[in-house]
């Protein structure tokens, strides 16, 4: 179902919890993205990688850290110095970087306890 | 870096009548607007999008409009129906995309 699969769909976190959501995809995308999404703020960039073993922070990366070790993969691990991590996290790819179409996984809700 | 801005955060129509969504950007350099739509508990997707070098795009009801000089795009549906309800986002960007906050679409039957 669209090729990008996020793993889990829904997780709940002590505080003081790191926790890892999973990514994949099978589309051959060079480019992938995580976004938090939060009601009324829209999509916002936590991290990017254009090629493997490589990425980029986004806007809001403080308190997060991904790994590009494979193409198909980008795993976003939430840690415990991210004050606010109860949220809607997408994760999406694109074929290459820039100016292209974004594919989105179906999201994984955080919710920490 | 790139801060897309929308409006209106809600908007509400009747079906058949017309829905029009602004957005504002800031960096001259993006070159790239698309626009995603996301119903209840779905994942965004795209409907339309258009690139700096044209002013406007069609597809069917959906139209997006570009003016480089004032930094804004929008978004036109036209005669609306009930499943055009769900909240659409714009983006702007080049490398990597900034979203707005998104505006919520009801349309009333």
């Known amino acids: 179902d669209g090729g990008i699969t996020q793993s889990p769909k829904y997780l709940f976190r002590k505080e003081g919890q790191n926790v890892t959501l999973s990514c994949e995809q099978n589309?051959?995308?060079?480019?992938m993205y995580w976004y938090r999404q939060d009601p009324g703020q829209g999509l916002r960039l936590i991290y990017y990688?254009?090629?493997?073993?490589?990425?980029q922070k986004g806007d809001i990366a403080e308190g997060y850290s991904v790994s590009r070790e494979k193409k198909e993969s980008f795993p976003l691990t939430v840690t415990s110095a991210q004050k606010n991590p109860t949220a809607f996290y997408l994760c999406?790819?694109?074929?290459?970087?820039?100016?292209?179409?974004?594919?989105f996984g179906a999201g994984s809700r955080l919710t920490v306890l | 870096g790139e801060n897309v801005e929308q409006h209106p955060s809600t908007l509400s129509v009747q079906e058949g009548d017309s829905a029009v969504i602004k957005c504002t950007y800031s960096?001259?350099?993006?070159?790239?607007f698309p626009w995603y739509k996301q119903e209840l508990g779905k994942r965004p997707q795209l409907i339309i999008d258009?690139?700096?070098?044209?002013g406007e795009k069609k597809d069917q009801r959906i139209a997006v409009t570009l003016n480089k000089t004032a930094k804004h795009f929008s978004l036109h549906i036209t005669e609306t129906q009930p499943e055009d309800s769900a909240v659409y986002f714009c983006?702007?960007?080049?490398?990597?995309?900034?979203f707005g906050a998104g505006t919520t679409v009801t349309v009333r039957a």
């Open positions: 960096d001259s350099a993006s070159n790239y």
């Open positions: 983006a702007g960007g080049d490398y990597k995309l900034s």
């Open positions: 990688s254009q090629i493997v073993n490589d990425f």
């Open positions: 999406a790819s694109s074929g290459v970087a820039g100016a292209n179409v974004l594919t």
């Open positions: 258009i690139r700096s070098n044209v």
């Open positions: 589309l051959n995308h060079d480019a």
